[in-house]
């Protein structure tokens, strides 16, 4: 049977960190949906098709094997929902350091009070990507800072126009 695993998130953009984290969980899963949150309660910078695109561009420069067991789509349900929309049983979360700990502990446990059926995975990125989040992403680039090294090419480009 495939193992498809749900990676969601904000994506708010799309970091090294999370690419990292995307490369990881083909090891695990067969084939990774990248469900980019379209919820309205969070104040994202990028609307969700500009967030989905960046993620496509940063995928497309990963080898064949792995691209091609890759999508992306947007999605606006409960997760859990989703996840089995989509004849999954499997989440994908990163984690950093401690802090990520409570609110994916919280998230967890909660959707396992939904559906106990679904396990969530979670994976750590290399120490080079600790540090790496989209918010202080946003706070650098807005204050003019270097991003280079924490974001994929396509991020930079569409970052450099804006
Ligand atoms: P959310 O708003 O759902 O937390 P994010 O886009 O911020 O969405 O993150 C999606 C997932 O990726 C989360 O599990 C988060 O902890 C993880 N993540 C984000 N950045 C990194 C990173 N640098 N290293 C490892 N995991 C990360």
Request: net charge neutral; charged share 30%.
């Amino acid at each position: 049977m495939t193992k498809i695993g749900i990676y969601p998130g904000s994506f708010d953009p799309v970091t090294l960190g999370h690419l990292d984290i995307i490369q990881r969980s083909m090891s695990v899963v067969d084939r990774l949906i990248v469900a980019v949150s379209d919820n309205d309660s969070k104040n994202h910078m990028f609307d969700s098709a500009t967030r989905v695109k960046l993620i496509e561009e940063s995928i497309s420069t990963l080898n064949e094997g792995l691209k091609d067991r890759i999508s992306v789509e947007k999605f606006d349900h409960l997760l859990v929902d989703y996840v089995k929309s989509k004849k999954s049983k499997i989440i994908i979360r990163g984690l950093r350091a401690v802090s990520d700990f409570e609110y994916e502990f919280l998230m967890t446990g909660m959707n396992r009070k939904i559906d106990n059926d679904i396990e969530t995975i979670f994976l750590m990125s290399s120490e080079k990507y600790h540090f790496i989040s989209s918010r202080f992403i946003k706070e650098i680039h807005r204050l003019g800072g270097d991003i280079s090294s924490s974001v994929p090419k396509p991020v930079l480009d569409f970052l450099e126009k804006i």
